[in-house]
């Protein structure tokens, strides 16, 4: 969510130019056991996990062949996101996959090992820019070593596309420095190469939908790109179209999925997805995501197509996602009470009368237990969904918010505490972490996913965001999502709803670790010298620094230096708690007027430059700690036994033993696209 026409791409003479779809289907599984393992490995600023899915037996047969057909699905779209990321990732991986598997040299040698760890990196990130920062990745080797490699196991790949991996050319994946050039500087395969930003806005200015009140969600399925005559057209994401292979294969199982579908609503939903990738129809994905938004009942449920903008410098393009989900009855009730009182939240929210909604639509609420995930959302993924994105589908049908509970679990399973008590300013910062951290965590999670996205309204007859924020929209919206969260984290309400059992230490535990983290410990996620690009960073880093700039006077979070290292310290949190309702206002007020100037100043001004020296010394302090700056995940393994009639009468959940296991498996046998595009 741009292509260099070359004239042909040389692999390896046992990898053809299409991927293997028909290899064997079979690999080495771990079976889930006690104790459960759930780190992986760790390498470079990567650390990969693993997730269990709890109550799996619980659900009948039935049910755990629609969970299978649904994560089929999912990973039968993999590689389209790997192609979204980079016109040149297909080839790539298979040359580095085919050097991986055929190589019979010194294993030993530190060049083999830097080999290694650049390619699982590469498979994290689906593909040669990392996944959070978008700088594209650096090899631990020459590229001397890598021609060797390569004449060592007959692969070939293409000069020109071997020389990107070590040269500047296609530096940054998705680049918001508008002195740069959005598109120019961006290497995200979303717009041919050559076509301008003023070209992309006047050819969607002309594009005008059937009810101005309902507007469509151009651009969000396809690749923009010049056709012979010079003029631009979209190449649309469906069967018979670009990437329809692949597609074919992912409507192949949600047919498979309808068919054994909860209730009426779902196979109804999943009719009107299949109708929509064989289609193209913006249409039928508005009417797609109301019929989905209805499915409210049964346990099972998910988020399949192209869904996210992120990774669209103008926010038109999504990329595809999948994740399966089933319902967490005893979190999901506690949750529910959030839900049951969104309209609460909204009147007593401090947003400007006019921008508030007079009636909040069908916002739903689940923690779920996550079975599979593919695309954008693996193997790094989010803790917290809220869609459908279009925000006049929100305004009239609600929406459905998630919180990824296992996911949520393995990641505080697997952590450690070291960091915190380094950062933190004092031993009652820590303690409170300690004891209402996890807590806070998840209710910010909810507050930001239920109240936070479906809060406020667009003023009549203002575009949408991604047509008056532009490059902004994405990050002022997961800010305003944030301060709705941290606006009422510190609120009585949350306790009277039984939510907490002290909501006074619950908010201060929870704008402590926001502030240090917004300012702070985030840092360690870039390498020094870089600016913030990424949206929600940006978010985190502004919505701290205004709120710490606005409360200088009255001293409300202090910046101490003691022993050479910096912390922050907040002395009121009833300040600090309105200085968030504030900026609430101000951004919600820039969203529904459009005001594109004082978005981008928020923004620009406050979460994108970094305090380099700040900067350093978070680097130096993180380094005692062995724990990696990321984490992500394999998925657990669905497999079916059959009968003698090829009927399933059983799904048995299995682990991978390792990451390069699980991603060599997806290669084989999840591999429908050409390598080029």
């Not at 003029?231 to 649309?236: A, D, G, M, S």
Request: proline share 3%.
């Amino acid at each position: 969510m741009k292509l260099l026409r070359i004239t042909g791409i040389f692999m390896t003479l046992a990898v053809s130019a299409m991927c293997n779809a028909q290899a064997e289907k079979t690999m080495e599984v771990k079976k889930e056991n006690a104790p459960f393992e759930y780190v992986v490995e760790q390498f470079s600023d990567i650390k990969v996990l693993r997730y269990q899915i709890p109550g799996w037996e619980d659900l009948t047969l039935k049910e755990q062949k629609l969970v299978y057909y649904l994560t089929q699905a999912g990973t039968s779209g993999r590689d389209i996101m790997w192609d979204q990321n980079y016109r040149y990732n297909l080839a790539i991986r298979k040359a580095l996959e085919h050097i991986y598997q055929n190589y019979k040299g010194d294993k030993n040698a530190e060049d083999w090992k830097n080999f290694e760890i650049y390619l699982k990196r590469v498979w994290f990130s689906n593909g040669i820019h990392h996944h959070y920062s978008n700088e594209k990745i650096q090899p631990g080797f020459s590229e001397a070593y890598f021609a060797l490699l390569m004449k060592a196991t007959k692969t070939k790949l293409a000069a020109n596309i071997a020389a990107i991996l070590f040269n500047e050319l296609d530096s940054k994946k998705v680049n918001l420095d508008e002195s740069k050039g959005l598109l120019a500087g961006s290497a995200i395969n979303f717009y041919e190469k050559g076509i301008s930003l003023k070209e992309t806005e006047d050819f969607y200015a002309k594009k005008t939908s059937p009810d101005v009140t309902k507007p469509y969600s151009y651009g969000l399925n396809s690749k923009l790109v010049r056709n012979r005559k010079g003029q631009l057209e979209e190449k649309v994401w469906k069967s018979n179209g670009m990437y329809g292979k692949a597609i074919d294969k992912i409507t192949y199982w949600l047919e498979k999925a309808k068919s054994v579908a909860e209730n009426k609503n779902q196979a109804d939903a999943l009719g009107l997805l299949i109708s929509y990738y064989k289609t193209g129809s913006l249409k039928t994905w508005d009417d797609y995501n109301i019929a989905w938004l209805a499915a409210t009942e049964g346990n099972i449920d998910y988020i399949n197509s192209f869904i996210e903008v992120y990774n669209d410098p103008l926010g038109y393009r999504g990329s595809y996602e999948g994740i399966v989900q089933i319902k967490d009855f005893d979190m999901s009730k506690k949750m529910e009470v959030v839900s049951g009182n969104a309209q609460w939240f909204e009147d007593n929210s401090p947003l400007m009368p006019q921008h508030k909604k007079k009636n909040v639509v069908g916002v739903s609420y689940k923690t779920v237990i996550v079975a599979g995930e593919s695309g954008d959302a693996s193997p790094s993924t989010p803790i917290g969904v809220n869609l459908p994105n279009a925000d006049w589908i929100r305004a009239g049908h609600g929406s459905k918010s998630v919180s990824l509970g296992n996911i949520i679990d393995s990641y505080a399973k697997a952590g450690g505490k070291g960091k915190l008590q380094e950062f933190a300013n004092d031993e009652e910062e820590v303690a409170l972490a300690e004891q209402y951290g996890e807590i806070g965590d998840k209710l910010h999670t909810a507050l930001h996913e239920v109240v936070g996205h479906a809060s406020g309204q667009i003023n009549t007859g203002v575009g949408t965001p991604k047509e008056t924020l532009k490059s902004y929209a994405s990050t002022l919206e997961e800010g305003r999502a944030d301060l709705v969260g941290l606006y009422y984290l510190y609120n009585p309400k949350i306790q009277e709803l039984g939510l907490v059992d002290d909501w006074r230490k619950t908010g201060m535990e929870s704008y402590d670790s926001y502030i240090r983290n917004g300012l702070m410990t985030q840092l360690f996620r870039l390498e020094l010298g870089a600016n913030i690009e990424e949206a929600h960073m940006r978010n985190r880093q502004w919505v701290s620094a205004w709120a710490f700039e606005k409360g200088l006077k009255d001293n409300v979070i202090e910046k101490l230096s003691r022993n050479g290292k910096t912390y922050f310290n907040i002395t009121n949190y009833e300040k600090l708690h309105d200085l968030f309702g504030q900026l609430l206002r101000e951004v919600q007020r820039i969203k529904s007027e459009g005001d594109y100037e004082a978005g981008k100043a928020l923004v620009e001004n406050y979460g994108v430059k970094v305090d380099q020296k700040l900067h350093a010394e978070v680097l130096e302090r993180n380094k005692q700690f062995s724990s990696a700056a990321y984490s992500g995940f394999v998925n657990p393994l669905l497999v079916p036994k059959m009968d003698s009639k090829g009927e399933i009468i059983s799904i048995e959940v299995t682990q991978p033993s390792s990451f390069a296991e699980q991603m060599l498996y997806y290669s084989k046998n999840f591999c429908f696209l050409p390598l080029k595009n």
